[in-house]
């Protein structure tokens, strides 16, 4: 399973897009979360690494929430596949997410995607919802979620293959619990920080054992932040990472 680095930004980045990745499974390419400007983000993630990944044929979209630093972007992804499908008959994208975020996605999409009630939702993407507890296969990929303790409707995932697993946390505040489910069997934990009462100060990340902090990895960094207040290392946009 491989790991390219989207965006590592928070809700007020000047520096980076909003936290994303794309993760490779067997039979396809998985976007997790999709934040503003995100065909841009994804041609500077694919130029950095030479990993070619383009949002024309992303076959998969993961939403964790719907703050807009992690979905803003589906509305030009979703009209520039829409006329893809039309005009060229690409597919369109899977999108899978809560059923909390199911139930209001129109509501945030519809305003600017309804071209006047004469569209809807499934004209856009293909919805599918994530439950959990239970196990769903994405591009190939084993992909279990467990709710934040965020401001919004969050899930957190953890994505397996053939015994190797990613765990990405979304937007928390610290949670043990939380913690020890991202954490078990993972051989990359990506776990946000900010410094907010709805995000995780670093504080108690650091205070982690080293077992746990060896296999973590940092996003949704404010712009400025002290790398040197913590040994553990922040991910970087374009950065590919085998698991
Ligand atoms: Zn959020």
């Not at 992690?70 to 596949?81: I, P, Q, T, V, Y």
């Not at 690409?90 to 975020?101: D, Y």
């Not at 599918?128 to 899930?155: D, W, Y």
Request: hydrophobic share 40%.
């Amino acid at each position: 399973m491989r790991l390219l680095v989207v965006g590592t930004g928070d809700a007020f980045s000047s520096e980076r897009f909003g936290c994303s990745c794309v993760v490779e499974g067997p039979s396809g390419h998985v976007l997790v979360d999709c934040p503003d400007m995100i065909h841009a983000a994804l041609r500077r993630a694919s130029e950095a690494s030479g990993w070619k990944v383009d949002a024309r044929s992303m076959q998969d979209i993961i939403i964790t929430h719907l703050h807009g630093d992690h979905c803003n972007g589906l509305e030009s992804l979703g009209f520039h596949r829409w006329l893809l499908h039309r005009e060229r008959g690409v597919p369109l994208p899977r999108l899978h997410c809560s059923h909390a975020v199911a139930a209001r996605l129109w509501e945030r999409l519809g305003p600017a995607m309804d071209q006047g009630g004469a569209a809807r939702l499934d004209d856009y993407f293909t919805l599918h919802t994530l439950v959990p507890g239970a196990s769903a296969l994405i591009g190939g990929l084993q992909v279990e979620c467990r709710e934040t303790r965020h401001a919004v409707p969050t899930m957190a995932l953890r994505f397996t293959l053939t015994g190797r697993t990613l765990a990405w946390s979304s937007d928390t505040p610290f949670d043990e619990g939380l913690v020890a489910w991202l954490e078990r069997g993972a051989g990359l934990i990506v776990h946000e920080t900010s410094p907010s009462r709805v995000h995780t100060p670093i504080e108690p990340l650091n205070a982690l054992p080293d077992s746990i902090r060896g296999r973590m990895r940092l996003m949704h960094m404010p712009d400025g932040f002290d790398t040197a207040c913590t040994d553990i290392p922040c991910l970087r946009q374009g950065e590919v990472i085998e698991i």
